[in-house]
């Protein structure tokens, strides 16, 4: 035990074909990708957690993420409590757009696309770093494709592509 302080998340999966197990195996598979960068948040492990009760499965086992922890809040809620960053908020604003920026380019280079990039997908350590999370409708593509799948959050979306 190393006493590092970690974050859990799991995954309460019904059956084979549930849109939970294929964002679990996503954001696992992306997290097993190597990802390494100061503004990702790291995958340390996942896997299966059978729910057992006098030595017999009781219900569908849960799937569970051990990430590093990210200690401040979710961003979107650092810029809530700012009311914003505008009205010489815009140093703090700058910083997180390039943190975010970088993730992006570093999960690119390695073929990786996020899909789902919100501030509640981006969360402050301790010292305000910003750290892009949740994997879970990642896509590892190659060369120039072309993604032609509608997915994300669709509040989100621009009005164009009509979710």
């Not at 097993?32 to 996942?46: A, P, Q, W």
């Not at 990210?70 to 960053?85: P, S």
Request: glycine share 10%; net charge negative.
């Amino acid at each position: 035990m190393s006493g590092e302080l970690v974050a859990v998340k799991t995954f309460k999966v019904k059956s084979e074909n549930d849109k939970l197990k294929q964002s679990f195996e996503a954001e696992l598979k992306a997290g097993s990708s190597g990802l390494e960068h100061d503004n990702v948040l790291s995958i340390l492990e996942g896997g299966l957690l059978p729910v057992m009760e006098n030595g017999k499965q009781t219900s569908k086992p849960i799937y569970y993420l051990v990430s590093k922890v990210a200690e401040n809040k979710e961003a979107f809620e650092f810029v809530e409590a700012a009311e914003g960053l505008n009205g010489g908020k815009e140093p703090i604003a700058r910083m997180l757009i390039y943190q975010l920026l970088s993730a992006v380019d570093y999960i690119h280079g390695k073929g990786l696309t996020h899909r789902d990039i919100k501030l509640e997908n981006c969360f402050l350590d301790k010292d305000c770093v910003l750290k892009l999370a949740d994997f879970g409708l990642a896509k590892m593509c190659t060369g120039n494709e072309v993604l032609k799948t509608n997915i994300g959050t669709p509040q989100y979306m621009a009005p164009e592509i009509g979710y």
